[in-house]
Each structure stands twice: as C-alpha cells, then as structure tokens.
C-alpha cells in the first residue's frame, strides 16, 4: 500500500466515523428512554421529524433563529410531558411489548401531526454551518461533518453530567438500575419519566437539525431510525456510551466495506452492510458490545 | 488532621439519640390509632378477582403476618398498600391520611418503608451506598452540590446512621462492598438496613425469608424481632415459612382466594378450620380436628 492509498483509506475511515456520529446522536434518544422505562421508542425517529419540521417552519416563518431554537425546544419539552402523561402513566406496568406497540402507534400520530400542521412539502434547511471539505496533511474532511461531531460531543458532556451532578439524573440512573429500589425509596418515577422524554425530545431535535441540514426536512427524515436500529444492536439498548462507540464502528465500518467490498458485490452495500454487523453481533454477543447482561432466575 | 478531631466531638449527638431510640420502648396501648388501616379493599385483574372487600389494621408496635397458599392475594394487597396497585374500591388510613391510591413517592414521607420478595436494590453501588439510598427522599435540594458546607455535614450524618444501622444489623464488615457480590441472605439485610435507615413507622416485609437458609431465616426473625421491640415500629410481615409467622407475629391475617377467612392471634389461627382447609384440603379438617 503506498502512502495515497493509505490516506485514502484514512479519509474514509474518517469520514465514516464522522457520519456515524450522527447515527450516534439518534441513538442516544432511544438509550435514555429504554433505560428508564424498558420501552424501545419507535417514535423518536419521529420526534427528529417533528423537531426539524417545527424549527424549519418556523424560520420560513420569519422567526429568528434563536428564537425558533428556543421555541422548538419548548415544544420538545412539552411534547415529552404529554407523552409521559397521555401513553405513558396508563399504560404503567403493561409489558414491553404493549409500550412497544404503543410508541410504534404514537410514531404515526406525531408524523402525521407533523405534516398535518406544518405541511408535506421538503424543506431546505440551512444551519449556516458550511459544508466545504477543508485538508489535514492530505486527508479532507467536511467542514459540517465535523462541526456536527463537535456538537454531538457537547450534546454528550450535557447528558453526561446532567445524569452525574443533577438530582434527576441521579434519579434517572436509581431507576435504570433497579426501578423497584427506586420506587422504595421514594423516587417520583413519573417525574423521572417526564424528564426522560423531555430530554429524549432535545437529543431529537439536535438530531432532526443536523439530518435535516444533510438530508433536507421531509418525512422521510422519520427512517434515520433505520440507522439507529443496528448501532443500538451493537452498542446496546441501555449504554450511552454504547451508542456513541457503535455510532463509530458502524459510520466507519459501512463507508469501508462500501469502498473496499462494493465492487465485488456491485455496490450500494453502505444501505444494508450496518444490519450484517448488527447481525454478526447478535449471534456472539446478544446484549451488544456495552449492554447489560440479562441473567434470570427462575 | 485537627480538623477531623475537632469534627468529631459535635457528632456525638446523633450517636447519643439513636443509642436513645433504641432503648426499649413502652408498650403501646391499644386505644392508639392504628398504624394502618385497610377497610374494603377489593381488586380485580379482568375477571380474576384478586382481592375482595379486605379489611384490617396494625396497631403501632405490632408484627403483623398476612398468610395464605399460593394466589391467595398476598403480593396484591402488598402492592396495593405500597401503591403499586390502584384497589378497585376500598380506602387506605395511613399515617392520618386516607386514601384510594396511596402514591408511590410519598411513602417514606408517610414513614412507610418496604423490602421486596426478590431484593430490589441498586447492584452499581456498595452496601453502605445502598444503606443511605433510603434517605433519599428527605434530601434537601442542594445536596447535588457536593462542596456545599450543607451538603459534607449532611454527608457525614448520613455516613453515621448508615454506620449505626449496619451495626445493629451486624453488616458493618461489608459496608464498602458492592452488594451485587454479597450472598443472597446479606442482600436481604440490606434491603431491610435500607428499609429502616429514615426511622419509619410501618415496615412493610415481603416475605423476608424466601430464599434464606435455615441458619439466615433464624437471624432474620431475630432482626425483625429486634427492630420492632427496639424502635417500636409496626411490621406487616407477608410470609411463606407459617413456623417462622406464628412465632414471630403478633395477630395474623389469612387470605385465601383474596378473601379474609381468619384474622387474630397466632394459636386461634392454628386451630381455626377454615384455615386448615385452606392449607391442607377439605379432607384434612376433621383429621386436624380430631388431633
């Protein structure tokens, strides 16, 4: 291999590592509310739609940038509450499945709402983050690509510590770990949950903005749940830093085996080559690379 | 180094009333106001009626077993009384309130505390971590703040009572020790040192002793018993093991079928027919009677 071909190799490394961040950033919605309430949400892919939607609307309705981060927020925040209260808290106690089939029921209400309120029509959304490639000793990199990583990490040090030094998040971690030890000693688990969803809201819409800066707010921005699915497979449903480390592997892993097996295979292998991966660890490893293991007795 | 000597002296104090609390109680009189009380509760899961129209009440200072044969409606009422549950009619007098739904978060404000059937503690941190979870709920808002003045003496009286406790309870050896790699029976301890740590008035005990050795069950009963008589709280006590309840129990409650069949003292609970039909089968009462 000579030195060319080296940094080609590196740039795609790079470059898929970078996008795995943001598959990363969809994960982590999923983590923080399987951890707290058991429940794969199926809506947080929608929660990315509804986000993007509010927020691009709202600058195409002349409303200041900031101000629309904020009101988005806002929302997020109250989307969250309302599903805690409204799905959530009746269903309390029913098994995984029906939260499951729940969230799956309440990923059509919200996408449905979404266009119901904001309209079908694509939008462009502009983050004013520029997308030139700029050169690190021969290896290009995107501009977007990167600030979208430095972001994400940001986003990741506000959960982190949020989850170490706040109440709540101490909470949070109480429930996670045992939730009837937590019940027992007096936590307010609907509280906690409501916290969950709002915070799960927020990681939405950090998501919603930057996949929608790519990829341009549509409804099929709700599918980047498709490329969480197997970075949750392989990092574990109940490990942020899971998700984060699987984001990596599976951005990495995907652009590779794109540049590097595509030809034999005909390409187009960077769509589906994440599920083998997700597949592959299923088999030696059921719990993912961080998960926690699940030992029962009967 | 001077520091920590001159901090020592003004922790005396705790030590001194928790040496004071559990001094032998004055037996409580029966006119005082139950420690809780159930009147009606009944329970339906669809058409399995779980719980019907059951009523009792603990009186301070007092063990009180819920017995029955399997599906008889313990684990019901037990999640009924902690709130887990929503009783279909029925109210709950609980520390002078009364209630439909008792709600989850606020029983250990209500001096309720509870262990579970099958441990429910937090397997990420050491037995003394565990100890002083239970304090949890009285925990000033600031104490996230971990360099507050505040916050380190709060740290240090809790780090005192966690001591005491696990003295009484004889865990003083494990305290720094992650609970997950504690044997079963120890685990069970802590849950019940965890239970104990806010000084509550009403200990609520899914069955203490499954899964416990011959030798534990032992020590458990003399744990129970001594919290009771020490810091004269009341105990309800739901229990397999019917040696260790009529031992250890003041007044008894059978359940079977999620009905109420017999209600008083250990040896009018043996004798009485229903019960022995409930545990034995039909056919076994007039043998019973007969011996």
């Known amino acids: 291999m000579d030195w060319y071909e080296f940094l080609f190799v590196i740039e795609v490394a790079v470059g898929g590592l970078l996008s795995g961040v943001m598959y990363s950033l969809v994960a982590i919605g999923f983590v923080l509310i399987y951890k707290t309430s058991g429940v794969l949400n199926f809506a947080q892919g929608a929660m990315v739609l509804f986000a993007a939607l509010t927020f691009v609307s709202l600058v195409e309705r002349g409303v200041p940038f900031a101000l629309a981060l904020v009101i988005t927020l806002l929302i997020m925040g109250l989307l969250g509450l309302a599903i805690e209260r409204t799905v959530l808290r009746p269903l309390a106690n029913r098994s995984p499945m029906t939260l499951f089939m729940a969230t799956l029921g309440l990923a059509w209400v919200i996408e449905g709402g979404a266009q119901l309120i904001w309209g079908t029509q694509v939008h462009a959304l502009d983050l004013g983050i520029s997308n030139a490639p700029f050169e690190i000793g021969g290896i290009f990199i995107s501009n977007f690509d990167l600030v979208a990583a430095a972001l994400a990490l940001a986003l990741v040090v506000v959960l982190t510590s949020f989850f170490r030094f706040t ?8 429930v996670a770990d045992d939730t009837f030890a937590a019940i027992a000693i007096g936590l307010k688990l609907n509280r906690i949950q409501a916290a969950v969803w709002t915070a799960a809201g927020v990681v939405a819409l950090v ?60 390409g187009g292998i960077e769509g589906w080559f994440a599920y083998v991966v997700a597949l592959a660890v299923l088999l030696i490893r059921p719990q993912g690379l961080f998960g926690r293991k699940i030992t029962e007795r009967f | 180094m001077t520091g920590l000597a001159l901090s020592e002296p003004a922790l005396q104090p705790e030590r001194r009333s928790f040496a004071s609390r559990i001094a032998p109680v004055t037996p409580v009189t029966a006119s005082a106001a139950p420690a ?5 509760i009944s329970l339906a899961f669809g058409g399995i009626r779980a719980l019907k129209d059951v009523s009792f009440d603990v009186r301070p200072g007092e063990i009180r077993a819920v017995i029955g044969p399997n599906g008889a409606g313990k684990s019901s009422l037990v999640n009924v009384i902690s709130g887990l549950y929503r009783a279909d009619t029925g109210r709950i007098v609980l520390g002078g309130e009364s209630f439909a739904h ?20 937090f397997p990420g941190l050491s037995v003394a971590e565990n100890i002083a979870s239970g304090l949890v709920f009285r925990r000033p ?12 003496r709060e740290g240090r009286a809790t780090a005192i009572r966690v001591r005491e406790i696990a003295a009484f309870l004889g865990l003083e050896a494990h305290l720094p020790r992650l609970v997950s790699t504690l044997p079963f029976g120890l685990q069970k301890q802590v849950e019940l040192a965890r239970a104990m740590i806010a000084d509550p008035r009403l200990l609520l005990l899914d069955e203490p002793m499954a899964g416990l050795t011959g030798t534990e069950k032992a020590a458990m009963a003399a744990h129970i018993r001594a919290i009771r008589d020490r810091l004269g709280l009341s105990v309800i006590l739901i229990e397999h093991d019917i040696g260790v309840v009529m031992g250890l129990s003041d007044r008894i409650v059978v359940l079977d079928h999620g009905e109420v069949i017999a209600d008083g003292r250990p040896d009018e609970v043996r004798r009485d027919p229903e019960v022995i039909r409930a545990y034995l089968g039909p056919d076994a009462a007039p043998l019973a009677g007969a011996a």
């Open chain 2, 36 to 40: 809780l009380q159930l009147s009606g």
């Open chain 2, 141 to 152: 808002a600031f104490a996230w703040l971990p360099f507050l003045p505040a916050s380190r």
């Open chain 1, 207 to 266: 998501a919603g903005l930057l996949w929608g800066a790519r990829l341009g707010v549509q409804f099929s921005l709700s599918l980047v749940v498709l490329k969480a699915l197997p970075v949750l497979v392989l990092g574990g449903f109940d490990s942020v830093p899971g998700a984060i480390v699987a984001g990596l592997i599976i951005g990495a892993s995907e652009k590779l085996a794109e540049v590097y097996l595509g030809p034999y295979v005909g």
């Open chain 2, 102 to 121: 008792v709600p989850p978060g606020r029983l250990p404000g209500l001096g309720v505390a509870r262990t579970f059937q099958n441990l429910a503690l």
């Open chain 1, 167 to 174: 109440r709540t998040g101490l909470s949070f971690r109480a």
